[in-house]
């Protein structure tokens, strides 16, 4: 059988940007045991400048296919195609933002957005000039040279993504970014994303637990099922209007109707996983 990769590209269709090909994700068994396949014949892809998010109940292996997708993984079978080509070793067109911001608590603000472009050997004033214009565009101007334990929270995730887009990706992948925010917060980063998202739109593959953030910031919703052997059970186009906030969005008839839809499908995926999480 013709796999999903392929049939896209002999029909013709735009290559996407990231795609999973029948991805099987197995890790040894404990003492010797059954080996665990945390992720099996998954197929998904995110199209160029599309913003996808995945949601799947607690260990379900959302994070195991965003390490793939990054080459920090090499998966047990099957394969990820990045522009359509097979990828080899570390995704270097995408950036990565973890779940807790991998920021240098002996660096400050500035000195932790300009890290990346340092490796890149960029010289240090043209470095410095793109840092402080990213920490301008996300709302930290005159907070250079403050150290990481002297920001909020939200400062602080402002700070890693301004580390991770000043090195400009073709792609992010975004592992909960958000999910220790309080709620106004995440509300607030979640806008700046959209607003940043928007003025280039980069292919991006969101994880997170929250079906109401997956709905509020995507084009299409991806919904995996319960572990172990984890794997797409549908997909959802979100048809919200753009541009949108993500707190007066979910007041919408739409949001309603789509959350309704998606959760109808998550649920009994949800209840699986805790019920073998009891275990």
């Given at each position: 059988m013709e796999s999903a990769a392929a049939t896209a590209a002999s029909a013709g269709d735009v290559v996407p940007a990231l795609a999973f090909d029948r991805v099987t994700c197995a890790f040894a068994g404990r003492n010797g045991g059954a080996r665990y396949v945390a992720v099996k014949?998954?197929?998904?892809?995110?199209?160029?400048?599309?913003?996808?998010?995945?949601?799947?109940?607690?260990?379900?292996?959302?994070?195991?296919?965003?390490?793939?997708?990054?080459?920090l993984l090499a998966p047990s079978a099957g394969r990820i195609l990045v522009d359509g080509a097979p990828l080899d070793g570390i995704n270097a067109r995408a950036g990565y933002m973890f779940q807790s911001e991998a920021l240098m608590p002996w660096r400050s603000a500035l000195a932790n957005v300009v890290a990346g472009l340092e490796f890149h050997h960029v010289p240090r004033n043209e470095s410095e000039t793109r840092a402080r214009d990213w920490l301008r565009r996300v709302g930290l101007a005159g907070f250079e040279e403050r150290y990481p334990h002297q920001l909020s929270g939200g400062m602080r995730k402002r700070v890693a993504l301004a580390q991770t887009l000043i090195l400009d990706p073709e792609m992010l992948l975004m592992d909960e970014p958000f999910s220790a925010l309080d709620i106004q917060t995440r509300h607030l980063m979640e806008?700046?994303?959209?607003?940043?998202?928007?003025?280039?739109?980069?292919?991006?593959?969101?994880?997170?637990?929250?079906?109401?953030?997956?709905i509020a910031l995507s084009d299409r919703v991806v919904v995996l099922s319960a572990g172990p052997e984890t794997h797409p059970l549908g997909e959802?186009?979100?048809?919200?209007?753009?541009?949108?906030?993500?707190?007066?969005?979910?007041?919408?008839?739409?949001?309603?109707?789509?959350?309704?839809?998606i959760w109808r499908v998550?649920?009994?995926?949800?209840?699986?996983g805790y019920a073998q999480a009891k275990r």
């Amino acid at each position: 059988m013709e796999s999903a990769a392929a049939t896209a590209a002999s029909a013709g269709d735009v290559v996407p940007a990231l795609a999973f090909d029948r991805v099987t994700c197995a890790f040894a068994g404990r003492n010797g045991g059954a080996r665990y396949v945390a992720v099996k014949d998954a197929s998904l892809s995110v199209g160029p400048g599309e913003f996808v998010s995945v949601v799947g109940p607690t260990g379900c292996g959302k994070s195991t296919l965003l390490n793939v997708a990054a080459g920090l993984l090499a998966p047990s079978a099957g394969r990820i195609l990045v522009d359509g080509a097979p990828l080899d070793g570390i995704n270097a067109r995408a950036g990565y933002m973890f779940q807790s911001e991998a920021l240098m608590p002996w660096r400050s603000a500035l000195a932790n957005v300009v890290a990346g472009l340092e490796f890149h050997h960029v010289p240090r004033n043209e470095s410095e000039t793109r840092a402080r214009d990213w920490l301008r565009r996300v709302g930290l101007a005159g907070f250079e040279e403050r150290y990481p334990h002297q920001l909020s929270g939200g400062m602080r995730k402002r700070v890693a993504l301004a580390q991770t887009l000043i090195l400009d990706p073709e792609m992010l992948l975004m592992d909960e970014p958000f999910s220790a925010l309080d709620i106004q917060t995440r509300h607030l980063m979640e806008n700046e994303l959209l607003d940043l998202w928007s003025a280039d739109r980069k292919s991006v593959l969101f994880i997170t637990h929250d079906l109401e953030e997956a709905i509020a910031l995507s084009d299409r919703v991806v919904v995996l099922s319960a572990g172990p052997e984890t794997h797409p059970l549908g997909e959802f186009a979100i048809d919200l209007l753009r541009p949108r906030d993500v707190a007066e969005i979910r007041l919408s008839r739409r949001f309603i109707e789509l959350h309704e839809a998606i959760w109808r499908v998550l649920k009994s995926e949800v209840l699986k996983g805790y019920a073998q999480a009891k275990r």
